[in-house]
């Protein structure tokens, strides 16, 4: 029995839950594939679908195969892969994924940094959110993320985590808002104004934890509006649709918004490189240290520019600048770096 071929078979139909629909994808009778799960089902000793109702259903030896499976043939093809590569010299390759809104600047600093300490290693990075990145290393189509915590998402216990990477954020509010002339602000200030966010579906354990962080602060927005993209994002709080947060780095690229540092520090955003248990790529741990000691280094010299040059000293006077990022590695996974103010 070729078990490798009759569990792509099994993934298909799993997917469809339709024996019909799949064997259209597959391009074969369903007579043949339904014999090909019949003989699949015979070899683990167990049935995989549960054919009492007009519905197609997995049963749990099913679900619990079909995650298996899905791992089993990511692991064969990314082996393909490295030796194909192998053969042909290539340097390896390190699938990597960050949030949409990270900033230009971040990127390059997490590049270079790699460029120079895992010399040989192309990074394929790709942009996408925290939730998509952990569906995506669930199927074996990405090796390392870098993602937004809490995790709250199918498959993030499977996932191992890297060094912690923290970042305390402030709130950007319309330069016409009276709130704008105070040196800090407090959760509870901001009552009474919508809060502008990135979507739920992108983190949704760190857009929970946000709203629940502005409900215990006093702060519950009358109205919570979404933007996928940073520029979005400042422009609706130039327009006085609400307000939002941020490290600093964002509004400073707006005239019309400003800065400032929240009360008592509330909000501080944890980010990690994460990667499978299973089936660890070589390089994933060391891209994890990598880019936390990059990312923190790089949110250490991050300083929100006046929007005018004659608001420079006004700033300097007033405007606490955010915080160093700090970083926590986990026993074991070396030391914490020395981060100054720079």
Not at 99 to 122: F, K, W, Y
Request: aromatic share 4%; charged share 25%.
């Amino acid at each position: 029995m070729d078990l490798i071929r009759h569990l792509r078979l099994f993934i298909v139909v799993a997917e469809e839950l339709h024996f019909s629909r799949a064997a259209d994808l597959l391009g074969m009778a369903q007579p043949p594939l339904s014999q090909a799960v019949r003989r699949l089902e015979g070899e683990m000793g167990v049935e995989l679908f549960d054919r009492s109702r007009r519905q197609v259903r997995l049963t749990a030896a099913g679900a619990l195969l079909l995650r298996e499976a899905r791992e089993l043939l990511a692991r064969e093809e990314r082996l393909r892969t490295v030796m194909h590569r192998a053969r042909a010299g290539e340097p390896a390759t390190l699938r990597a994924g960050v949030p949409p809104q990270t900033p230009a600047r971040t990127l390059h600093a997490l590049l270079a940094a790699c460029a120079d300490q895992c010399p040989g290693l192309r990074i394929d990075l790709q942009e996408v959110d925290t939730a998509e990145q952990v569906r995506l290393l669930s199927r074996g189509r990405l090796d390392v993320g870098w993602v937004h915590h809490p995790v709250a998402c199918e498959g993030a216990t499977d996932l191992t985590l890297g060094p912690m990477v923290g970042v305390e954020l402030g709130v950007v509010l319309a330069r016409t808002s009276p709130l704008a002339r105070l040196p800090e602000v407090s959760l509870a200030d901001l009552s009474g104004h919508d809060l502008v966010l990135f979507p739920w579906e992108g983190a949704p354990g760190w857009y929970d934890r946000t709203l629940d962080l502005c409900r215990a602060g006093g702060f519950a927005p009358t109205a919570v509006r979404h933007a996928r993209n940073p520029e979005f994002l400042v422009g609706l709080v130039a327009a006085g649709c609400g307000v939002a947060f941020d490290d600093g780095r964002v509004a400073g690229r707006e005239p019309r918004v400003i800065w400032r540092p929240l009360a008592g520090r509330p909000l501080v955003q944890q980010m990690s490189a994460v990667w499978p248990k299973e089936r660890t790529h070589p390089e994933a741990r060391r891209f994890a240290g990598v880019a936390a000691e990059a990312v923190a280094r790089d949110a250490t010299t991050a300083r929100r520019l006046p929007a005018r040059p004659d608001e420079e000293r006004h700033e300097e006077r007033h405007q606490q600048r955010p915080r160093p990022w700090s970083v926590v590695f986990e026993p074991g996974a070396g030391p914490a770096p020395d981060h100054t103010d720079g």
